[in-house]
């Protein structure tokens, strides 16, 4: 059955690789798996076409058949679940690297997406300036235990994972800012990342999108 | 195997039930299955014991035979995966209940955890006023949403699940502010979870440990 998956027609940050659909670009390149992209303008985005796909209006989502799936962390498990490459075959390891996939989404992402509206959302307002530092330093303090984990590991837990997927997609949205860099290890653990075929091969695509 | 979580010796909220080991509580309470709690007094948590169960030294935990989890979300789905009673069995479906949990964690709860850093974390800053109904808009914003692909169901999609479980969880965080009673739907929605009798269980025990 057809994959197919939406996108912004136009990326907020131009083809950096920092929407949402790059990470399951990703996975599906992990996965060896073909699919199709259906670009969403941004005012199509809270119509009811494409609310009936995505309850909040946003990408990316995914269509297979029947199904129809929204939530990155959601698309990249059901991707994982039915494929190879993406998650180990020992039961406590795969429960691990699914564990490693919700810190991403829920403790890791929270603090770094405070980042956006702080310069974004509310960059516009007095206390902007102000703010900034506290919002870094709570971004410094999660990456700060997340270094101490990793260690000198390449990977979150044994071999790359669909865990490993989704926290550098998530540290990837903070390495602007300059706070990743003053974490070596998880500097380099981002950039093991990003050299991975699978990796290559979905940044282009979205950058052939966003470059034109 | 003995199922080990997790929790505070004291939760900050007194025994309102909004500590995450509420959650997981209520997922084994749905399964079926018996497990034991091991208190983390504060001082506890950032110590090296803890930390080496919870990178970000937070709870809960847990812990059967060999497996270590941590993160909520993760914890849930693991129960969910190997008891009856939390995903279904129809493949699309419990993809689409999957999806509902990441929802819950990624989408709902992140704009909801704002409320703690304006009016506690940054209670004491001279924009915690002006910021606090910026915050509450982006919450209304989120659950109007929310609230329209809900419409007159029960739950999300179909029978109750492990979505909902979250859903009902992360909502509950944002009732004491008044705005969850904005949308009588998802109001409702909350107290179906709570009329649960596995969800009673899961609160009375949760408060036997911080009432005393």
Not at 9 to 18: A, H, I, M, N, T
Not at 105 to 113: C, H, K, T, Y
Not at 154 to 169: C, I, Q, R
Request: proline share 7%; net charge negative; charged share 25%.
């Amino acid at each position: 059955m057809t994959i197919t998956i939406t996108a912004f027609e136009r990326s907020p940050d131009g083809g950096k690789g920092l929407a949402r659909d790059t990470r399951v670009r990703w996975a599906l390149e992990e996965a060896g798996q073909p699919y199709e992209v259906r670009l969403v303008p941004h005012q199509a985005m809270k119509e009811p076409e494409h609310l009936r796909l995505h309850p909040f209006g946003q990408i990316p989502t995914y269509e297979e058949g029947d199904l129809v799936l929204f939530e990155s962390g959601a698309i990249i498990f059901h991707i994982a679940s039915h494929h190879a490459g993406l998650l180990p075959d020992d039961a406590n390891a795969r429960a691990r690297a699914i564990t490693w996939m919700f810190a991403a989404l829920n403790s890791v992402e929270p603090p770094i997406l405070e980042l956006v509206i702080v310069r974004f959302v509310e960059g516009d307002k007095p206390w902007s300036k102000e703010r900034l530092p506290l919002v870094a330093d709570r971004i410094r303090h999660r990456l700060g235990q997340l270094s101490v984990r990793l260690g000198d590991a390449d990977w979150l837990d044994g071999a790359f994972s669909a865990g490993d997927l989704m926290m550098v997609s998530v540290l990837l949205r903070v390495r602007p800012s300059g706070i990743l860099d003053e974490f070596p290890n998880l500097a380099a653990y981002v950039a093991r990342g990003e050299a991975r075929p699978a990796y290559k091969r979905a940044f282009a695509a979205q950058l052939a999108v966003n470059a034109c």
